[in-house]
């Protein structure tokens, strides 16, 4: 299966906040993106292809009840938290924090966790404490896995090494699918492999090579889970990464990085086009 995936962080922030949302007001800015994707997206009806869009809290119930009959379209979450409420249990006592169970309630059905954004809030915040293990974030992130799977959400788990840690990027990466995905039925997560080291303005992006070197070991270690490029989809790479076979796809967040910067829903559509060819 292929997987497009499309992580709009807080990309609903309107401009004058200092965000790059100028395509809709913020209380319509999550049904305006499905509805004006969905459409065009039934057109690859009948291929191996999945479309997820994980979506700010706030956005999720107007997208997923913009969702219309047999829309190719799948409203994520970013990330849960890492209890949730039980028959018999916690009923619900978690102030500021989202469940797998009001996700899934809402109409999610897939979460993306781990994204080197919430790994690096987590560390921050557990280096306050005086926590240095590598392996806390890792643990924590487990525990968010477990209670996705377990509500019935599938999970795109994000892993990746930062320029400090490229030269044993092996250990890392192992370290974080080992701890990360422990105890978790893997046939329910898909891997997005985000080079740190080379995301944001004047990095050099992996090459071809690099790419399916990474996806290999990713594939040997996890008994072959699905792996995507989590490094940014975009127009000028989107037919190098269709052509990497270890790849299955990949994960979208800016459409526009020049100019009117932003998420626009038309290029959304390019993006997808060209990796697909048609």
């Not at 039934?42 to 009959?69: R, S, T």
């Not at 377990?150 to 990027?169: A, D, M």
């Amino acid at each position: 299966m292929k997987h497009i995936f499309l992580n709009l962080k807080r990309f609903d922030i309107p401009k004058e906040y200092g965000g790059v949302n100028s395509i809709a007001p913020i209380g319509e800015w999550g049904s305006f993106i499905v509805s004006n994707t969905q459409e065009q997206l039934k057109k690859y009806a009948g291929e191996d292809v999945e479309f997820a869009m994980y979506f700010p809290e706030a956005h999720l119930i107007p997208a997923a009840g913009a969702l219309c009959e047999d829309s190719p379209v799948k409203v994520g979450c970013q990330s849960v938290y890492r209890d949730d409420t039980a028959v018999g249990g916690n009923f619900g006592a978690f102030t500021t924090n989202r469940t797998a169970n009001a996700a899934k309630a809402i109409g999610c059905t897939t979460t993306i966790i781990g994204h080197c954004e919430e790994r690096k809030d987590k560390a921050g915040i557990l280096a306050e404490a005086g926590v240095t293990d590598t392996k806390a974030v890792n643990r924590l992130l487990n525990q968010e896995i477990k209670k996705a799977v377990s509500s019935g959400l599938s999970v795109l788990y994000c892993i990746g090494e930062s320029s400090e840690e490229q030269e044993r990027w092996k250990e890392v990466l192992k370290e974080q699918i080992a701890v990360g995905l422990e105890g978790v039925d893997k046939s329910l997560v898909t891997i997005a492999y985000e080079p740190i080291w080379a995301i944001g303005p004047g990095k050099i992006p992996p090459d071809k090579d690099y790419i399916t070197m990474i996806g290999t070991y990713i594939k040997e270690i996890t008994d072959g889970c699905d792996v995507v490029y989590g490094g940014g989809l975009k127009v000028d790479n989107a037919e190098m990464l269709a052509s990497v076979p270890v790849m299955d796809g990949g994960l979208i967040a800016l459409t526009r990085f020049q100019g009117e910067i932003g998420f626009y829903p038309e290029e959304y559509l390019e993006i997808i086009k060209t990796y697909m060819g048609h």
